[in-house]
């Protein structure tokens, strides 16, 4: 049994993370944002003691200092998995997002440093954005944990989506300079997922609250999107529980140390997705987008980049799920949180 700081456990992909490594055996204490979230992850465990699970606020993770006593543990941790970031696209500054990605980022690897001499292995969730280049040609193009995306501190403002890649990529290179600088006595490993689909938290108080990946699952089912499919915008997609299979296996494999992990999935579109739902839930046939208004979700006619996700596969072994998989699981837990959209 390891024992485990994860932070931003009430998040889509730190909820399932915290489950996996529960399963697993290891023991987890989860940083939240406030007593009210603490309170719904412990309630929804009620069988484990502190030893095994255990909740900590930390509200400003920007703030200097800010995980020095949360690395403290007795026992002692063994490994971090640093989850805690922002992730929208409605920033009206930059700094909305840098801010709390880098500082946030650098800061628990200067706690650890100082204060949690037993770590020996930090996981840090960046994505897709720290390697896409959105300004060169998709055409031909095969995306691996080699590349970066180029992105400056000016495009950062050019819109919100730029902030976001700027903040990954930034809060990425700030970890991987602080190890080659700093040297540690733990090391570090990075997981670059894509889009995140997959079955959310019953524990989710209504779907107003949706994480941004699963939110056009959501329109498309209550009819939002019958109008005009959304974007797919990124035509890369990962399961969240394989994504937090490979967090957690991330700290279990010794030679998982140093590395990115791309975990990609494969290819899909919203219109896909749309599909998907047709078939496998026909109530809500007559809410999907049809012919033209299915336009927006399909590949653009000049193709999509590739990806090479076989780092993730060989040394960490995860199997990723298709994506019917994931879009029907995603689909039954949105109606295990509001029933009545299958009626309404």
Same mark, same amino acid.
């Given at each position: 049994?390891?024992?485990?700081?994860?932070?931003?456990?009430?998040?889509?992909?730190?909820?399932?993370?915290?489950?996996?490594?529960?399963?697993?055996?290891?023991?987890?204490?989860?940083?939240?944002?406030?007593? *009210?979230? +603490?309170?719904? &992850?412990?309630?929804? !465990?009620?069988?484990?003691?502190?030893?095994?699970?255990?909740?900590?606020?930390?509200?400003?993770?920007?703030?200097?200092?800010?995980?020095?006593?949360?690395?403290?543990?007795?026992?002692?941790?063994?490994?971090? &998995?640093?989850?805690?970031?922002?992730? !929208?696209?409605?920033?009206?500054?930059?700094?909305?997002?840098?801010?709390?990605?880098?500082?946030?980022?650098?800061?628990?690897?200067?706690?650890?440093?100082?204060?949690?001499?037993?770590?020996?292995?930090?996981?840090? #969730?960046?994505?897709?954005?720290?390697? $896409?280049?959105?300004?060169?040609? +998709?055409?031909?193009?095969?995306?691996?944990?080699?590349?970066?995306?180029?992105? #400056?501190?000016? *495009?950062?403002?050019?819109?919100?989506?730029?902030? @976001?890649?700027?903040?990954?990529?930034?809060?990425?290179?700030?970890?991987?300079?602080?190890? /080659?600088?700093?040297?540690?006595?733990?090391?570090?490993?990075?997981? $670059?997922?894509?889009?995140?689909?997959?079955? &959310?938290?019953?524990?989710?108080?209504?779907?107003?609250?949706?994480?941004?990946?699963? /939110?056009?699952?959501?329109?498309?089912?209550?009819?939002?999107?019958?109008?005009?499919?959304?974007?797919?915008?990124?035509?890369? @997609?990962?399961?969240?529980?394989?994504?937090?299979?490979? !967090?957690?296996?991330?700290?279990?494999?010794?030679?998982?140390?140093?590395?990115?992990?791309?975990?990609?999935?494969?290819?899909?579109?919203?219109?896909?997705?749309?599909?998907?739902?047709? *078939?496998?839930?026909?109530?809500?046939?007559?809410?999907?987008?049809?012919?033209?208004?299915?336009?927006?979700?399909? @590949?653009?006619?000049?193709?999509? @980049?590739?990806?090479?996700?076989?780092?993730?596969?060989?040394?960490?072994?995860?199997?990723?799920?298709?994506?019917?998989?994931?879009?029907?699981?995603?689909?039954?837990?949105?109606?295990?949180?509001?029933?009545?959209?299958?009626?309404?």
């Amino acid at each position: 049994m390891t024992r485990v700081l994860l932070t931003g456990g009430s998040g889509f992909i730190a909820t399932h993370i915290l489950e996996t490594l529960l399963a697993r055996g290891h023991s987890v204490v989860t940083t939240v944002r406030s007593e *009210q979230k +603490a309170q719904a &992850i412990l309630t929804a !465990h009620p069988e484990l003691s502190k030893n095994r699970l255990d909740c900590v606020v930390v509200t400003d993770m920007a703030r200097d200092n800010a995980f020095d006593e949360v690395v403290v543990s007795e026992p002692p941790f063994q490994a971090v &998995i640093h989850t805690a970031s922002p992730y !929208h696209f409605n920033a009206k500054d930059a700094k909305e997002l840098l801010d709390p990605a880098i500082i946030g980022t650098t800061g628990i690897l200067k706690s650890v440093q100082k204060h949690a001499p037993t770590v020996k292995r930090v996981v840090v #969730t960046s994505s897709f954005a720290a390697i $896409n280049n959105v300004y060169a040609k +998709a055409k031909g193009k095969v995306y691996s944990e080699a590349d970066w995306c180029p992105i #400056t501190v000016d *495009q950062a403002n050019d819109n919100p989506a730029n902030a @976001y890649r700027a903040s990954k990529t930034f809060a990425e290179r700030a970890a991987w300079d602080f190890i /080659e600088k700093e040297k540690p006595h733990f090391d570090l490993s990075v997981i $670059n997922p894509p889009l995140v689909l997959g079955p &959310i938290a019953h524990n989710l108080a209504s779907l107003s609250a949706l994480n941004t990946s699963n /939110e056009r699952i959501r329109d498309l089912i209550t009819g939002a999107a019958k109008n005009g499919c959304p974007p797919t915008g990124n035509y890369l @997609y990962v399961d969240v529980r394989d994504l937090a299979l490979a !967090h957690v296996l991330a700290i279990e494999k010794a030679e998982a140390g140093g590395m990115r992990f791309f975990t990609v999935s494969s290819h899909f579109s919203n219109k896909e997705i749309a599909q998907i739902i047709d *078939q496998e839930f026909p109530e809500f046939r007559s809410r999907l987008p049809t012919g033209e208004a299915l336009v927006p979700g399909d @590949y653009p006619a000049d193709g999509v @980049y590739g990806f090479d996700s076989s780092r993730a596969r060989e040394i960490l072994g995860v199997k990723f799920r298709p994506l019917k998989e994931s879009i029907v699981d995603a689909v039954n837990s949105l109606l295990a949180v509001e029933p009545e959209i299958s009626s309404s």
